[in-house]
């Protein structure tokens, strides 16, 4: 509960973002508090990865991105990403073709390299690092993409839907891993799953139709089955933890 | 068995000159997405620069004038390339069509600038004396102009792979040929490696130019663009961002030219390129060194 | 028309039909009119617009034109970015001339071998090509067009004449085609050939073919979820476009009374996409225009750069301004960098559109005589 007092690392003001011509968010804003896992959940099609991209840059964006203090909306994806914010999107986002050495090394810039961490993280990795990325399983390929986010000292982390096709023996690792990132860090996690959720997150931020439709503690919303269907078309998921 | 044997090494001196122009064009279309019609320009260019430059360094004994003349076509290459993706091709990024139109335009213009300065006839290239005659390869009397252009092709090749597997920057080049936007969420400048991109393109393009003045003896304008058109093929066959790919398929490409040409007649060859890319594409509409 | 009549409250649209039918009346009936004109236009013509000289290049202008429109109807309307459209060009110039040199056919049996050719081999090109789209349908007409030019450059079979070109057999042409004084009589071909080049895509255009073709631009797959195969749109698009460019080469060869190889290059593809951008892609009468305008910049830059007024110019400036190519590719890059929308876009719609409202007005005002 520290992070209780401290002001918020990242904060989303009326943030409006296209696709091509088609306006997909709608004025959306939240904030994310330092040290917190906040999970940004809603049904399929309701903005969440596109929330994710908007606030790096990979969409066209209008509105306000604030990094502890600092509006960053008007600027390009890569100087938005060296202010220190990491990003594990959807599809993972590996280079295939690289190996694995290399895919991490790209994320290592100017910065002393977290290498202890990443090793103490992801034990397998070091044994794989000759190999390349496209022949590592969607697990291990998963790990990596988490590793290249940690792999230097970030501020933030955005991650989307990281358990997402994962064996539920591989989704207990990643949360494992997760939760153990949010000590040194700040993640905004875009997740469907609801127990991982309810296991991680303690704010939680529903989106429904490009707009904000819920923020509050996760808890509360998801102790309330009535409330969660409503907003996410599912019933809460406490009893099936993982 | 002398005869297929000097066909195989002036096919292979060919198969080098399409190299130099695909390898190029292959990074540009993998990065960016860009199908540089330019680049038959960049070849005139080096071309032109490596002449110019013979001329002009009349005091510098035979192999010094002729290293010089080939490193400034090479600064000549990188520098209008570099100016090129800089001040036309960047500020459409994000339209690709836009910008294969605009490399179309540049096309023109830059030829017949060429053209405007030196004339469409072809002018005699110099070639360094220890490179003008024949060498005996296995009892057959093959030119040297040959061998030295698919020894240089050979040197950019290594180079090239060395760059593109050995450095941070070839790491982000062939990173960025699979997923640009990822590389720009990695805190890279994606932009930045495309400029190097040109450049590296430009110089292996303008080092073709040279050396298609040693291959033929001669330059001319029209050089540039016929030599394209087989670029583009090789690239097409090869796989669109994949250097080996290009290798390999300016291999068989200008091999298969050279053979069809000499045994069908002349021209077949030609044709045979043109069939063989249909069928490609037709089979594997992505090409062969793509796997999607 | 008797459908508007008494309804007084909106006359605009009714109008605005008056007048368009009346422009375009007055158009064709100038452009047929013109031979009989013996007007000088100084500064756009060095000659009256009757003389045989000048009759020639309007020919000529009027060909380009319309076959600028035949590749903006694949490449601006349906999206297919072709580099060998050349090839069709080339195939009704070449099979017109060689019938009738080669072959000493008359000119009618000769364009209608040619007209033949025109459909069967974009038909059975289009359907292969279009099995790729893309870079790659690119990369593959280019293939087949460039196999073709090599095969009229190298002239295995001695009918193409090579890089020389071939005459088109004067002893064997209609007599109202031969000779500087049935100038007048080319011109009228060439013209009657844009007519029906801006006739059929009109018409086609507005046709619901058409219409599928841009849904097809827009969103390929959206046609395909349709339950309607958008390769077969794209095929009827293909084969239209080539047909009416292969009259086009036929009709070329008869007005410059030869085949030329410069016509079969991925140069001259490469020109018509130049032409078709510069007047603006995907309006068609941009392209028309941007094929006019390109074809007399070409030929006026010949002129301007022999001119005194070049060449007594300091080199810095007399290099580039002599080469027409390299200010038609400025040009283009310019367009391409600041005006993508080509001509057609640097005119406001809104204007054009009220100028005919408004004279619409007036001329439905006056014809109920105020």
Redesign the interface.
Same mark, same amino acid.
């Given at each position: 509960m520290r992070g209780e007092a401290a002001p918020p690392r990242l904060q989303v003001r009326d943030l409006r973002v296209w696709l091509g011509e088609s306006e997909i968010l709608h004025g959306v804003g939240f904030s994310v508090a330092a040290g917190s896992i906040t999970a940004l959940i809603g049904r399929n099609g309701a903005g969440k990865t596109t929330t994710l991209r908007g606030i790096?840059g990979?969409a066209r964006r209008r509105g306000q991105v604030v990094l502890d203090g600092e509006d960053v909306s008007t600027q390009?994806?890569?100087l938005v990403?060296?202010r220190g914010v990491g990003?594990v999107?959807e599809d993972r986002?590996i280079?295939?073709?690289?190996t694995v050495e290399?895919n991490l090394?790209?994320?290592v810039?100017g910065r002393e390299p977290q290498l202890r961490l990443v090793d103490e993280l992801f034990p397998d990795l070091r044994r794989l690092r000759h190999l390349r990325a496209g022949t590592l399983s969607g697990g291990q390929q998963q790990m990596l993409a988490l590793a290249?986010a940690l792999v230097i000292r970030n501020r933030l982390l955005l991650v989307d839907e990281p358990t997402k096709g994962l064996a539920p023996r591989v989704v207990a690792e990643v949360v494992e891993v997760l939760e153990k990132t949010a000590t040194a860090t700040t993640l905004l996690l875009v997740e469907q799953n609801l127990p991982v959720v309810s296991r991680l997150a303690r704010e939680v931020v529903v989106l429904a139709e490009g707009r904000v439709s819920y923020t509050g503690p996760a808890a509360d919303l998801l102790s309330d089955p009535v409330r969660t269907r409503a907003l996410l078309g599912v019933a809460g998921g406490r009893e099936t933890a993982p | 068995m002398n005869a297929v044997l000097v066909l195989t090494i002036t096919g292979l001196g060919l198969s080098a000159l399409y190299f130099l122009v695909a390898a190029g064009l292959s990074l540009i279309?993998g990065l960016e997405d860009v199908?540089n019609?330019a680049h038959g320009a960049f070849l005139s260019v080096g071309a032109y620069a490596a002449w110019w430059a013979s001329q002009h360094l009349f005091r510098f004994a035979d192999p010094a004038r002729f290293t010089l003349a080939l490193v400034f076509a090479l600064v000549v290459g990188a520098v209008v390339a570099g100016l090129v993706e800089l001040l036309?091709v960047r $500020?459409?990024y994000g339209?690709a069509?836009?910008q294969?139109?605009?490399t179309?335009?540049?096309?023109?213009?830059?030829?017949?600038?060429i053209?405007?300065?030196w004339g469409a006839d072809a002018r005699a290239f110099w070639v360094p004396r220890a490179l003008a005659g024949t060498g005996t390869v296995l009892g057959a009397r093959v030119a040297l102009s040959s061998l030295l252009t698919v020894a240089v092709a050979l040197a950019v090749l290594a180079a090239l792979e060395l760059f593109l597997h050995r450095t941070?920057y070839g790491?982000?080049i062939?990173?960025g040929v699979?997923?640009r936007?990822?590389?720009?969420?990695?805190?890279?400048?994606?932009r930045r490696a495309f400029t190097v991109v040109f450049c590296l393109g430009g110089m292996a393009a303008a080092l073709g130019g040279a050396l298609t003045g040693v291959y033929y003896g001669s330059i001319d304008p029209s050089q540039g $663009?016929s030599l394209l058109?087989f670029a583009?093929?090789v690239v097409?066959i090869g796989g669109?961002g994949s250097i080996a790919g290009s290798a390999l398929a300016s291999l068989v490409v200008g091999l298969l030219q050279q053979f069809v040409n000499y045994y069908a007649? $002349?021209?077949?060859g030609?044709?045979a390129v043109?069939?063989l890319?249909?069928l490609v594409?037709?089979v594997r $509409?992505?090409?062969l060194g793509r796997g999607t | 028309m008797g459908a508007g009549k008494g309804d007084l409250k909106v006359p605009s649209a009714r109008a605005v039909q008056v007048v368009r039918w009346a422009g375009l009346a007055v158009g064709v009936a100038a452009v047929a009119l013109i031979p009989f004109a013996p007007i000088g236009v100084p500064g756009l013509f060095q000659a009256p617009l009757s003389s045989p000289g000048t009759l020639q290049l309007l020919a000529t202008l009027l060909v380009f034109g319309a076959t600028a429109l035949t590749y903006d109807l694949q490449f601006g309307f349906t999206g297919l %970015?072709s580099f060998g459209h050349a090839l069709y060009f080339a195939l009704g110039c070449y099979v017109t001339t060689v019938s009738v040199t080669r072959f000493h056919l008359g000119l009618g049996p000769a364009m209608a071998l040619a007209a033949m050719a025109g459909l069967v081999v974009p038909a059975a090109l289009g359907a292969?090509c279009l099995?790729?789209?893309g870079?790659?349908f690119?990369?593959?007409t280019?293939?087949?067009a460039?196999?073709l030019s090599?095969?009229v =450059?190298?002239d &295995?079979l001695h009918l193409t004449g090579g890089s020389v070109g071939l005459p088109l057999d004067s002893t064997r042409l209609p007599r109202a085609f031969v000779g500087v004084f049935n100038t007048a009589n080319l011109y009228w071909l060439a013209a009657a050939y844009a007519g029906l080049v801006c006739l059929t895509s009109w018409w086609v255009l507005r046709s619901s073919p058409g219409r599928f073709w841009r849904a097809v631009r827009d969103n390929e797959l959206r046609v395909d979820l349709m339950g309607l195969r958008a390769f077969w749109f794209k095929l009827m698009a293909f084969v239209v476009s080539s047909f009416l460019c292969t009259l086009g080469g036929a009709v070329y060869a008869v007005v410059l009374g030869q085949a030329t190889p410069d016509v079969t290059t991925?140069?001259f593809t490469?020109a018509l =996409?130049?032409m078709v951008?510069i007047g603006g892609t995907g309006t068609g009468w941009g392209a028309f225009l941007g094929g006019v305008l390109y074809t007399y910049l070409d030929d006026r830059l010949n002129q301007v750069a022999a001119a005194p007024a070049i060449s007594h110019l300091p080199p810095v400036l007399e290099? &580039?301004l002599?080469? &027409? %190519?390299?200010i %038609?590719?400025?040009i283009?890059?310019l367009m391409?960098?600041f005006f &993508?929308h080509g001509l057609a876009g640097l005119m406001p719609r809104s204007l054009a559109q009220n100028a005919r409202r408004r004279l619409g007005e007036l001329v439905v005002g006056a014809s109920r005589g105020q």
């Open positions: 790096i990979l390009p994806t890569h990403v060296r990003y999107p986002g280079f295939s073709r690289l290399e090394r790209l994320a810039r290249r | 279309f199908l019609f036309v $500020p459409l339209h069509l836009q294969v139109l605009v179309v335009g540049l096309a023109l213009a830059l030829s017949a600038l053209q405007g300065g941070r790491a982000v062939r990173a699979e997923n936007e990822m590389v720009a969420a990695l805190g890279i400048d994606v $663009p058109i583009f093929i097409v669109l007649a $002349p021209g077949v030609d044709l043109m069939l890319l249909a594409l037709l $509409p992505w090409g | %970015l292969v099995r790729t789209r870079i790659a690119a990369m593959v280019l293939a087949f460039q196999a090599i095969a =450059l190298d &295995p991925v140069d490469l =996409l130049v951008v290099l &580039p002599s080469q &027409p %190519l390299f %038609l590719g400025a283009f890059v391409v960098l &993508p």
